[in-house]
């Protein structure tokens, strides 16, 4: 299901988040289903229930899962929370570009890595999401 990597210099609640939230973009988990609990996560993982606990609890302040009292958490399937973690991401690489450009990587360089990036380029238009 989710695997760590200590050697990752993200912390393990976001490696833990960021899986979990792969799973649920792609389908794996799908809408209203449930979660593994903290407790079997944690102990799966070998960790601390709080480190599970906190990334339920941004995941859940992000969209992606919500809690029912006594029951557990479930992922949403909610398509807000997609726009709001791509809104997230485009500051993001915002930043990122912002720095590049600082950098002294140019535009043609900078397009360059997207088209690397992006499998088959971006649709007619040059930009993601246009058709």
Known sequence: ???LNYRDSRPIYEQIKDGLRKLIVTGAIGTDEKLPSVRSLATQ???NPN???RAYNELEGEGYIYSVPGKG????GDPDADASRREELR???RELVAELRYLGVSQEELRSLLEEETPGGFPAGGKEGTT
């Open 1 to 3: 299901m989710i695997s």
């Open 45 to 47: 993982l070998s960790i």
């Open 51 to 53: 480190t599970i606990q």
């Open 91 to 93: 500051e993001k690489l």
């Open 73 to 76: 958490s479930f992922a949403t």
